[in-house]
């Protein structure tokens, strides 16, 4: 990869697509992670107005410091970048509150994982349309396209995704070329949606490399039974959530009513 080009491709196309949608600038929620701080930069390194939100719900303290660590070097090198913490945890809290009870608190975890996404969305989307800006989405190739690992409507509902045809090695290789601070660069990659430290390998049971080797192997139209030893089970677990998250990668189906039934 020629990361110098990628990287003015990308902010050039952020640009061209901001000024063409008549837009005042950029929001972004930054988590910590490597994603949100290669994509908050790139945002930053286009000239345009960029707002970056930490919304912290229940957030392990590590991630929390990195994002405003993060935060005070983009605003330190880029002028028009500013940013806002919002603190979420009572807003979450209070819905906690006012949803029935289960028998089994384990067996809501997920879903209250996916809330605190959604809830950060609806964050992001308050101040977009306060200040005239498109929220930017900090998804790359593997979550977005391979094994679907995002909140459908949460960290998945932005207006564009500018690092969504990189793969989570080439972010890392940019962020080394942006200079993004050293501890985003060495964390390991965690979604923040739990409240504690587990990290995205021990949700999905495969690293990112695995899952870009899979990926690749998806290309050529390999199956399961061409591997062997964890190469079989890395192959077995991507297919699997390939074909399990496609409703978060294809379009919303749409019932088509047949003609001669009345409809205008």
């Known amino acids: 990869m020629d990361t110098q080009k990628v990287i003015d491709y990308i902010v050039n196309w952020l640009k061209e697509y901001a000024t063409n949608a008549n837009v005042k600038g950029f929001v972004i929620g930054i988590s910590g992670g490597i994603d949100s701080a290669v994509t908050s930069t790139l945002c930053a390194k286009t000239g345009f107005p960029t707002l970056c ?16 660590n993060h935060i005070k070097w983009l605003e330190k090198n880029y002028e028009k970048t500013t940013s806002l913490s919002v603190d979420l945890t009572p807003v979450f809290d209070s819905l906690l509150t006012s949803l029935p009870p289960v028998d089994n608190e384990e067996s809501r975890f997920m879903a209250l994982a996916n809330t605190r996404a959604r809830l950060r969305m609806t964050t992001l989307y308050y101040f977009a349309g306060l200040e005239g800006r498109l929220v930017a989405g900090t998804g790359n190739k593997v979550e977005d396209f391979g094994v679907g690992f995002y909140t459908k409507y949460g960290d998945g509902g932005v207006d564009l995704s500018p690092i969504a045809d990189l793969m989570k090695s080439e972010v890392y290789e ?32 495969a690293s990112y490399d695995e899952l870009e080797w899979a990926m690749s192997m998806q290309d050529l139209n390999k199956s399961a039974d061409d591997f062997f030893g964890r190469q079989k089970q890395v192959y077995e677990i991507y297919i699997r959530l390939n074909k399990m998250n496609q409703h978060k990668m294809l379009p919303i189906p749409i019932c088509k009513i047949p003609g001669g039934l009345g409809l205008k």
């Open 174 to 205: 940019i962020a080394k070329h942006l200079g993004v601070n050293q501890e985003i660069q060495i964390a390991a990659p965690t979604d923040g949606l739990w409240g504690d430290n587990r990290t995205d390998e021990d949700q999905i049971g």
């Open 53 to 68: 939100l930490e919304m912290p719900i229940h957030q392990a303290r590590n991630q929390v410091s990195r994002a405003l």
